[in-house]
């Protein structure tokens, strides 16, 4: 009975861990201000943001410098392709706090001061322009999901912590114990796909239609290759696991005696 029940905790303890990790997955991807860092190119790849950022450039700028505004928008949608050191700097920081502001870890606006719009369109012309501000808002669900996350990934690590120590205390088979990490392996497998690759890159867009929505599912895309392998390390541990759980229990069974039953009343031939 006891062992039945360590066996059970273990696999409570499974889930629960397996959905912790990969609920974590899910904030350090999408829902944490380190998630931009080092990724603003690829960011700037998604051809909305881009346009986003070159129409509002190119409206607050066009006339002062005295260009046909598309025209204007065309040259910096350009230049932001290009990626060159006078505006990486510039392009991290403005994708960085306009994630941010997305998800509800920012209130300020997102402005370019005018000596970054400098760097920008590249036109000495350009330090009169006041700061120009990204249209950048809080985006109320995932700011929500974010605030939901920060309370559920350490809950549900605790709650999985306490089923293992309980089952620990059963006195669980070592197949059971195995067979629990083995449930551990897989579910958070499926996790590490569904919360790190899946939800970012292809639900989260549907939320809203701001076009700086897109900042996560490259994000993500920038991240799938580590999440495939972390998933498939993990796929091929539990299957280990669990079969070898079971190959254990068979031969258990297997090694115990039969027992013999004679009845009382079975005749004795002389």
Known sequence: MRRGLAGLLFTMAAMCLALAAGGWCLQRIAFSEDAIG???DVVVSDSAIRTELASTIADAT???LGVVRGELRRTLDEYLR???????DVLERVVTESHARLIGLRDEPVQITSDEIVSIVRDERAAVIPAVTIPVEKVGVLSTIRVVLG????????AGALALLLGIVAHPRKADAAFGIGVFCL???VAAVLLGYVVPSYVVPEVTDNPWVGVIPEIAKD????????AVVL???????????AAARRRKVWSQPVAVHRYADQRRWS
């Open 235 to 245: 796929a091929v541990a539990g299957l280990a696991l669990i079969l070898g759980a």
């Open 151 to 158: 309370w559920f990934v350490p809950l549900a690590a605790i």
């Open 82 to 88: 290009a990626d060159s050191p006078e505006t990486a």
């Open 187 to 189: 579910v958070a497998a």
């Open 223 to 230: 991240a799938v290759v580590m999440v495939i392998i972390v």
């Open 62 to 64: 066009a006339r002062e």
């Open 38 to 40: 080092g990724v603003a």
